[in-house]
């Protein structure tokens, strides 16, 4: 099976996990802040965290924002379902808000009208979190300016877009919003096996997530509410978890993190080239936002014809995965999850995320994809649209 995304791992990767297994030091060493320190001056962000997930980045960036009981926060139906989890761990309210069928990315129009109305109910969010659908960045600028009307903080769930720009600056930057959170799962754009970070130019958001990522314990004397009695004496601040990133995995970050420009040179390469193979046939590329550079973490292509006949895709999804090709389907629109359904978290209406999760199959992308394969892939595409039409 050609899987739809899969990790590039090469002997140097090998060599500088190896070397970790030989030192003093396999977690709390010095490689993750090295780490931090790379992916932070890569993006151009002051401050980077480092953590188990991408997933607990975002619980730490929601948990440092104050987001608590009560509290309301947004984001779209069509991503993982992470992107919402965080925020119910910390006890808010979840809502979703539409997204550009075209894009996938949050609609700027819904989020406009949204608040609008939940200015006049009294209901405004006090968290929103796009999501850079694909590795495509949302228009941020638009966002941050809502933020300053209705007086609400971003988290941008970049766990897609390691190695994207958004106005020629790298997505991390937080230009537009109070963190940025990364994954570093296996087929994200690169990868420490699991693995997260949250980077933000404020240096208090920064220091709340360090505590948090470690029980909320600090050993720093500086830190301490009362002078220590002794060199043993940690303070336990707040209730934290155990968030830690390994230097192992630090290790394995540090060597793919070299190597981050080439992984997004080879996925636009490719994506280009599926767009020339694909011209004509019955299925449309995400369209290009103008305001930034993907970094090509999914290909998805919309299906022509499949929300006037709902079976179409489950055929040539089947018909794909027949052939050996690990097609995919980024992704269930959230609020029609079991789970949330019976909570009733999110019931509205999101025309444009369920017209875009009717067509919506995901091809093939990763940078050890060969053209033959991908030409195999394109072939295989065409000749299913033509039996399931
Ligand atoms: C992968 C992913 C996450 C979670 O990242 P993990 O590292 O797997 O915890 C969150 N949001 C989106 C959109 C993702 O694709």
Redesign the pocket.
């Known amino acids: 099976m050609i899987p739809y995304g899969r990790q590039d791992i090469t002997q140097e990767d090998i060599d500088a996990v190896v070397e970790v297994l030989g030192s003093a030091f396999l977690t709390q060493g010095p490689l993750v802040p090295e780490f931090e320190g790379r992916v932070a001056g890569t993006c151009g962000a002051a401050h980077a965290v480092a953590v188990s997930?991408?997933?607990a980045a975002?619980h730490l960036a929601c948990l440092a924002l104050g987001l608590g009981s009560g509290d309301r926060f947004w984001t779209s139906p069509i991503?993982?379902v992470?992107?919402a989890n965080c925020a119910l761990y910390c006890g808010a309210i979840v809502d979703f808000v539409d997204i550009d069928p075209e894009t996938g990315n949050l609609s700027i129009a819904a989020l406009t009208e949204r608040l609008e109305w939940a200015e006049g109910e009294g209901l405004l969010p006090k968290v929103v979190m796009p999501?850079h659908f694909a590795g495509q960045p949302c228009d941020m600028a638009a966002v941050h300016a809502l933020s300053r009307r209705f007086g609400f903080r971003i988290i941008e769930?970049a766990?897609?877009a390691l190695g994207a720009t958004h106005d020629n600056r790298p997505v991390g930057s937080c230009r537009y919003s109070d963190i940025t959170v990364f994954?570093?799962?296996p087929v994200?754009i690169i990868t420490t096996g699991?693995?997260?970070m949250a980077l933000t130019n404020d240096a208090a958001l920064a220091a709340r997530m360090s505590l948090l990522r470690s029980h909320g314990i600090t050993r720093d004397p500086a830190e301490m509410t009362a002078p220590p009695e002794g060199k043993w004496c940690y303070e336990q601040q707040a209730l934290g978890f155990n968030y830690r990133l390994t230097d192992l995995q630090a290790a394995l970050g540090i060597t793919q993190l070299d190597r981050l420009e080439g992984f997004v040179l080879r996925r636009r390469s490719l994506a280009v080239r599926y767009n020339g193979l694909l011209a004509g046939r019955l299925v449309s590329p995400l369209q290009r936002e103008p305001y930034g550079v993907s970094s090509y973490h999914l290909y998805v292509v919309r299906l022509h014809g499949a929300v006037e006949d709902p079976g179409l895709r489950t055929r040539v999804f089947d018909c794909m995965r027949g052939r050996g090709i690990g097609v995919n389907v980024h992704y269930i629109p959230i609020p029609t999850q079991p789970w949330y359904r019976e909570q009733g978290i999110g019931i509205g209406t999101y025309p444009g995320a369920m017209r875009y999760y009717r067509e919506a199959l995901t091809l093939p992308l990763w940078p050890g994809l060969r053209e033959d394969e991908q030409d195999y892939i394109v072939t295989a595409l065409s000749e299913a649209l033509e039996h399931s039409g």
Do not use: I, N, Q, R
């Open positions: 997930s991408g997933t975002l991503t993982f992470a992107s999501v769930d766990t897609h994954s570093f799962h994200k699991e693995g997260g």
